[in-house]
């Protein structure tokens, strides 16, 4: 395990002007105020599980790839950096997160504490992958996602009984609304119809609690996906 701590910085196989591709058969912990600089085409390939766990952040990596089964761990206040010239090329912001190319091989996780901002030039999901998120802002320019890979929200939203359109509890809870009205039941009408199921971009609601007050589910939250111009990156 390589564990960067606050204040300090790792190079690791480094130089600001080649190109090369690494593979360390390392994990990594980088915690919030630390630093790792790393080669413009990464590998996440550890051995352990999770092999890389990013609070602080990640310097000159441009195209990443998680190995088969691999998770990336990534916390709320996590950053992406590129340096040129031995200065930032854009001053990093925490929360924010760019890459060129983002590879994703079957059955990797990108598991992000909180929202994720992310900017990326092109994606690839293969089958089976996963990046779940409290919320989801992405720019990109192309993706690519087989079937069984998701990007999602789920049960991030309001919780039960809670949101614009939430569930009415009863004996058995209604559904929630949002883009249409919530499921009915016997005794109680579902949630109220908000937003649109066209262009929806307001988050999901709460089911209904049922008998003893459980039983309900939370919404879901929201995914923004932009087209993004031509890349930032270097």
Do not use: W
């Not at 051995?47 to 709320?76: C, Q, W």
């Not at 200065?87 to 079957?106: C, H, K, R, T, W």
């Not at 900017?119 to 087989?146: N, Q, S």
């Not at 007050?213 to 111009?229: D, F, L, N, P, R």
């Amino acid at each position: 395990m390589l564990h960067v701590q606050a204040n300090q910085t790792f190079f690791i196989e480094y130089e600001n002007t080649t190109e090369r591709r690494s593979y360390p058969k390392v994990n990594f912990l980088v915690e919030y105020g630390g630093e790792v600089a790393l080669v413009p085409d990464f590998h996440v390939v550890g051995s352990k599980d999770p092999p890389f766990l990013l609070f602080g952040r990640m310097t000159g990596v441009s195209n990443l790839t998680l190995g088969e089964a691999k998770k990336l761990i990534i916390g709320e206040n996590a950053s992406t950096g590129f340096i040129k010239n031995g200065s930032y090329v854009q001053e990093p912001i925490d929360g924010e997160l760019s890459f060129g190319i983002l590879n994703m091989e079957a059955d990797a996780k990108l598991l992000k504490t909180g929202d994720l901002n992310l900017d990326v030039g092109t994606l690839f999901m293969k089958k089976g992958t996963r990046i779940p998120a409290r919320r989801v802002e992405m720019t990109i320019i192309d993706a690519h996602l087989e079937g069984g890979s998701m990007i999602t929200t789920s049960g991030q939203g309001p919780s039960a009984g809670q949101g614009l359109g939430a569930g009415l509890s009863s004996i058995v809870g209604s559904g929630a609304g949002h883009g249409g009205p919530g499921g009915p039941n016997p005794s109680v009408s579902g949630g109220t119809v908000y937003g649109s199921y066209i262009y929806p971009v307001h988050p999901g609601s709460g089911g209904g609690n049922g008998a003893g007050g459980i039983g309900g589910g939370a919404g879901g939250s929201t995914v923004k996906v932009s087209k993004s111009c031509g890349q930032k990156r270097v």
